[in-house]
T-cell receptor, first 113, second 115 residues
Framework: RKEVEQDPGPFNVPEGATVAFNCTYSNSASQSFFWYRQDCRKEPKLLMSVYSSGNEDGRFTAQLNRASQYISLLIRDSKLSDSATYLCVSSLGAMDSSYKLIFGSGTRLLVRP | GAGVSQSPSNKVTEKGKDVELRCDPISGHTALYWYRQSLGQGLEFLIYFQGNSAPDKSGLPSDRFSAERTGGSVSTLTIQRTQQEDSAVYLC?????????????FGEGSRLTVL
């Protein structure tokens, strides 16, 4: 079983739609969580950290459910430029530590005009 | 440059040959990571350096893989006697311990093809 599991998609949505991705992690000792974005044939880049109380960054909202060991990402008012693969990430280290990150295989999002 | 630099960007080699992949992290970043990504797959952790030491090398797939870091900066990942299953994009990342969120900054990767 993978440590971080995601639905690979693809999610194919029209512009303006709201889309949600879920991810589950298997190690209950995981302390910090992130969403990274990876464009086709490019390197991953941090989209946002995930805080226990949930957090929002513009059109993006991330939530964490420690009891169920899942993380979610909600994208509102989808733009064409949101088309990418979204990687769910966990770490056994604290958010400001340099411990290794464990990546899921990613969920692919396609936003159509 | 300001970002993580990796070389070569592309490497095609024959099965059985040795290859060296280089990573130059962001200046001042003490943590350095190697991951690999096979086609359509997620990132697989290989090894992590804090300074010149490697507290976690648990992801190295076999003893054909080794990595070193010198001067707390440049790192080299060496794959001996390459096999076709080694074909992947090898990604290097660095982070600063002074970062509030431990963000990893990735290089563009070294695409390895073993024929």
């Amino acid at each position: 079983r993978k440590e971080v599991e995601q639905d690979p998609g693809p999610f194919n949505v029209p512009e303006g739609a709201t889309v949600a991705f879920n991810c589950t992690y298997s190690n209950s000792a995981s302390q910090s969580f992130f969403w990274y974005r990876q464009d086709c044939r490019k390197e991953p880049k941090l989209l946002m950290s995930v805080y226990s109380s949930g957090n929002e960054d513009g059109r993006f909202t991330a939530q964490l459910n420690r009891a169920s060991q899942y993380i979610s990402l909600l994208i509102r008012d989808s733009k064409l430029s949101d088309s990418a693969t979204y990687l769910c990430v966990s770490s056994l280290g604290a958010m400001d530590s340099s411990y290794k990150l464990i990546f899921g295989s990613g969920t692919r999002l396609l936003v159509r005009p | 440059g300001a970002g993580v630099s990796q070389s070569p960007s592309n490497k095609v080699t024959e099965k059985g040959k040795d290859v060296e992949l280089r990573c130059d992290p962001i200046s001042g970043h003490t943590a350095l990571y190697w991951y690999r990504q096979s086609l359509g797959q997620g990132l697989e952790f290989l090894i992590y350096f804090q300074g010149n030491s490697a507290p976690d090398k648990s992801g190295l797939p076999s003893d054909r893989f080794s990595a070193e870091r010198t001067g707390g900066s440049v790192s080299t990942l060496t794959i001996q006697r390459t096999q076709q299953e080694d074909s992947a994009v090898y990604l290097c990342a660095s982070s600063s311990t002074s970062s509030r969120n431990g963000e990893l900054f990735f290089g563009e990767g070294s695409r390895l093809t073993v024929l």
